[in-house]
């Protein structure tokens, strides 16, 4: 465990958006190509360090495991991981990709009149 002096990532992301999305893209490909899932991708799970703002990290892997074979663990869902194809509460790379790719979407900065 390391305690980490976490930066503004809204403050960071105009600047960094393009790299973090690059990077932690990589990484969950990583874990699905190893058979893996990480199970909340959200962006509450994202953080930078006040000392490096270009460097993303990903937290809070409790829910991971190997894909098919880890579950949320209750069918009531935080809405940004609620989707109406989760039957059986069972953590698919599908998922992992899905909230990722929302999560990403939060975050990329807004370019107005342009």
Partial sequence: MELIKAGDIARHASEYWA???DDIT???E???DQGWVHGDLRLVNFIISGEQPDEMM???FDW???CGKVFYPTSVLNDELVDKTVEDLRITKEHDIRVLTSALELLRPKYHGK
């Fill in 26 to 28: 990589k990484l969950v």
């Fill in 64 to 66: 991971g495991g190997e």
């Fill in 19 to 21: 790299k973090w999305s």
């Fill in 30 to 32: 990583g874990f699905h």
């Fill in 58 to 60: 990903l937290l809070d």
